[in-house]
């Protein structure tokens, strides 16, 4: 029997209707630290939203609530050197579950910590083991619209030989805890999501094939399942899951002197469908991230520009569905150098860019909501005038209420916009 209590994901309830505007606009942006770092942004129940980042070798977090905004951040551990990749997801419960990694006795560690509902916190505890370090701990994302009930937080540890290995920690009682370590091709490059019934999707690309690994509750991860290998380099694999159960991969391949996005979809209780390209032979797209909306709907987003330009990862940004119906983002000749794409439980997905502009250093933040339609809706600059951005990310809630996060290139604050539940 699979531990329900321990994996299951629960979905939000939606009190508003599916089809109503989600596109409400975003407030005006705060200052929530003068001690800035690459953010990570998570919203829980109620609204209640947190930020993490790390910085000045510690990491920290900030609490936003809807009536009185972020409060002062805190820390969540100090040293004299060596902590980052700072990470956050919220359980359904309304706990924020934090990681980190520090460098301890020659070797990066994995820590959590817990911030409960009541806005307590809990010690900074070892999550990862002696013996070989460990990196970049991340969140598997829930289907869209829901919270798991556990997240479930991974790294990568280095081998001296591969497989590489990956180590899962699973939350139990709203704090995260050591479950099991692994082994997984490529882990160091692979996207994670996690299904409703607490299933874990490892998408992986390298050399000239894409992997889905699957890990049952309670399992290991199983045989990898092939989506698609031949010749030319497959890169960035990212992996989604809709409301409905609907499994979607995206990656770039290099195909006849230029890169192009594929995508693969898995309904629920089918299996992996042929992989559909979704950007056109006359341009070279890069960066793909995939998105499936609460009732199923595949949206693919990748940043484009002609074929053979070598230049760095930056393009116009497009949004494209399985059908072919393939729009552009950004207004005009304007590029983007980044973006973030996510999913509410409206049936509605929001994209979040930094814009290119001459003269400055990182660019402007924009943010556009996509309708379930799939429609553009307005776009909004959530930057000041002249203020350079980097580092943004952004979460999105059930109802539509979102929060995204950036720091400024100055390096003297970290900055966050919020848009309203509908």
Excluded at 194 to 218: K, M, N, W, Y
Excluded at 247 to 263: D, E, K, P
Excluded at 388 to 400: E, K, Q, R
Aim: glycine share 12%; with cysteine.
């Amino acid at each position: 029997m699979r531990h329900l209590l321990a994996t299951a994901v629960t979905a939000v309830v939606l009190l508003v209707p599916a089809s109503a505007d989600a596109a409400r606009p975003w407030g005006s942006p705060e200052t929530v630290s003068h001690v800035p770092g690459t953010p990570v942004a998570a919203i829980g129940p109620g609204g209640v939203a947190v930020l993490a980042w790390s910085a000045h070798n510690a990491a920290y977090g900030a609490r936003r609530t809807a009536r009185r905004g972020f409060g002062e951040p805190f820390a969540l551990y100090k040293q004299v050197h060596a902590v980052g990749f700072a990470t956050v997801a919220y359980d359904a419960h309304g706990s924020a579950l934090f990681a980190f990694r520090r460098y301890v006795e020659r070797n990066h560690r994995i820590l959590g910590a817990t911030l409960r509902p009541s806005g307590s916190r809990t010690d900074a505890i070892s999550l990862s083991g002696p013996g070989s370090s460990a990196y970049e701990p991340t969140f598997a994302s829930p289907p869209a619209g829901m919270l798991a009930a556990d997240p479930v937080a991974l790294w990568w540890r280095r081998d001296a030989t591969p497989p590489t290995r990956v180590q899962l920690a699973r939350s139990f009682g709203g704090r995260l805890l050591v479950s099991a370590n692994d082994t997984l091709p490529d882990a160091a490059g692979a996207a994670y999501a996690q299904t409703a019934d607490g299933t874990i999707l490892a998408a992986t690309a390298t050399g000239g094939r894409v992997t889905l690994s699957e890990r049952l509750p309670g399992a290991a991860f199983g045989p990898a399942a092939v989506l698609t290998e031949g010749p030319g380099t497959v890169r960035d694999a990212d992996v989604a899951v809709g409301g409905d159960g609907t499994v979607a991969v995206s990656w770039r391949r290099y195909v006849a002197a230029t890169y192009r996005t594929f995508v693969s979809v898995r309904r629920p209780a089918g299996s992996f469908a042929p992989a559909v390209a979704v950007s056109g032979a006359d341009e070279r797209a890069v960066s793909p991230r995939v998105c499936v909306t609460s009732d199923g709907v595949v949206r693919v987003a990748f940043l484009t520009t002609a074929p053979g330009n070598a230049g760095p990862r930056s393009g116009r940004l497009r949004l494209t569905t399985l059908d072919g119906a393939n729009r552009t983002v950004t207004a005009g000749s304007q590029t983007a150098t980044a973006f973030d794409i996510a999913a509410d439980g409206r049936r509605g997905v929001t994209l979040l860019w930094q814009r290119h502009e001459r003269g400055h250093v990182g660019g402007a933040v924009l943010v556009r909501a996509v309708t379930p339609a799939g429609s553009l809706g307005k776009r909004q600059v959530l930057t000041r005038p002249g203020e350079d951005a980097s580092g943004i990310d952004l979460a999105v809630a059930a109802g539509g209420d979102a929060l995204a996060a950036w720091q400024t290139d100055d390096f003297h604050r970290l900055r966050a916009a919020r848009r309203p539940a509908s």
